[in-house]
DNA sequence: TCGAACGGTAACAATTCCGTAACACCCCAC
DNA sequence: GTGGGGTGTTACGGAATTGTTACCGTTCGA
């Protein structure tokens, strides 16, 4: 599952590696940059979502990166992350194209809030949830296979959609019918059935022999995202 | 010369004389507000380019405000304004659909800074939009294509706007009534289908086979400005 | 080993949904 | 008033979806 991709521009070992847990459990994808220079770089290469940009880096400087990025046309949302708290440091962060500041020691709830308001407003906060080759995007509404879109009805969606929420779990027919189909619903258990198939058929590498979308014999099924079985 | 239109919510008089003034000196053009009741009011009819909201307001507070706004799809970036600086409170605020959040008692330039940062995104995000062989002025209100201007209705340039600020996504149609039609009005979901017939019939190579304004079968419609999926 | 139960899946039918043409209403300019 | 453009509603036809049924292979227990 991702949130979306950001490049973290930090020297500091300790606080890169902290922070990119920690971003990394709320689902980002984290990449980190030592220094100033292979910021730049990163930012090409990776095409983030976002920027969290230290100020005091080795070889460029965050002013300096935010500058150059902006004078590259590159308009990805940056947030300037630095014990630097004197206002004139804060008006030239902003002012040199930066789109938030904060400074150390944050609070990290509030440094994702705020990254997270950033990806809102961008309109890339896209939760995109991976398993195989496949990628759901629950904002397009759409599921993706080594980057072709699939040809999914809005049942099966939904009902792939539900299976992705419950990750490595067996669901019973009567669970499924309630949350896919609704409660006022009257549907034999056998269009569930029918419906996993077309599924596998459009999402599993082998249909008849599924990695992702187990048969859980006289219970129903079970979605396991990595294609292995747990212990 | 304005460097835009501000609401400024603010119930304290001392406190709203002073900061606006500031920003009047600063170029800007200042409403004031003196209670969430009235500030939301006055989002409707001012309709400003950016709104300073303190959270402890009479009658409407200035969470529930921003609630209210963000519901009614008006997507004026906020800035919330407040002596309330616990984390939690900067997160709920954040996740309400606030832009930034400061903390009083809050340094004058920095929150000039930070208008101005806000600003400048709208103004760079909404220049020019380009799909296939269309470009919509958003300032002109005009859709080119092949550079020959495109006879749109007033309805169908709103419907096609609004795509543009949200391509790639999912849009239901009861979402797309609320932001393109007003969340009042009494309208059938069937009218959206006939505008996006026109719509396609306009700016589509082939509006049998629209490429860029797909069809979500049951959702809605999804805008592809490239036309393809991204990858 | 046999039979019953269960799930996979193909075929079919009914339903739902969308595209679009036709029509009606409203507003405004003249 | 009158005409014309814009806009919402309705209806029809075609197409996609989806539930059901039936048949078959597999599994499991006696």
Redesign the pocket.
């Known amino acids: 599952m991702s949130e979306g991709r950001l490049l973290l521009v930090e020297d500091e070992p300790a606080l890169a590696r902290g922070l990119s847990d920690t971003l990394r459990a709320q689902g980002f994808d984290v990449h980190i940059a030592a220094d100033g220079q292979r910021g730049l770089d990163m930012a090409a290469t990776v095409k983030p979502d976002l920027i969290l940009l230290d100020i005091m880096l080795p070889k460029v400087n965050g002013f300096d990166v935010c500058r150059t990025l902006r004078g590259q046309g590159i308009d990805v949302p940056i947030v300037m992350l630095t014990a630097k708290g004197q206002e004139e440091d804060v008006i030239l962060g902003l002012n040199l194209g930066a789109d938030d500041y904060i400074t150390k020691p944050f609070r990290t709830g509030e440094l994702i809030a705020r990254a997270k308001a950033l990806l809102r407003r961008r309109g890339t906060d896209r939760a995109v949830q991976r398993f195989g080759d496949c990628e759901i995007d629950m904002a397009a509404r759409r599921v993706l296979r080594n980057g072709a879109p699939v040809?999914?009805?809005?049942?099966?969606?939904?009902l792939l959609a539900y299976f992705a929420s419950r990750p490595g779990r067996a669901l019973a027919?009567d669970t499924i019918l309630n949350a896919v189909?609704g409660a006022a619903?009257?549907?034999?258990?056998?269009?569930?059935?029918?419906?996993?198939?077309?599924l596998?058929?459009k999402v599993e590498p082998d249909?008849?022999n599924?990695i992702y979308?187990q048969?859980?014999?006289?219970?129903?099924?079970r979605f396991e995202p990595t294609g292995s079985i747990p212990s």
């Open positions: 040809d999914l009805t809005a049942r099966e969606f939904a027919r189909w619903v009257f549907v034999t258990p056998r269009s569930i059935d029918r419906c996993v198939a077309t596998r058929s249909a008849h599924p979308i048969t859980i014999r006289e219970i129903g099924y």
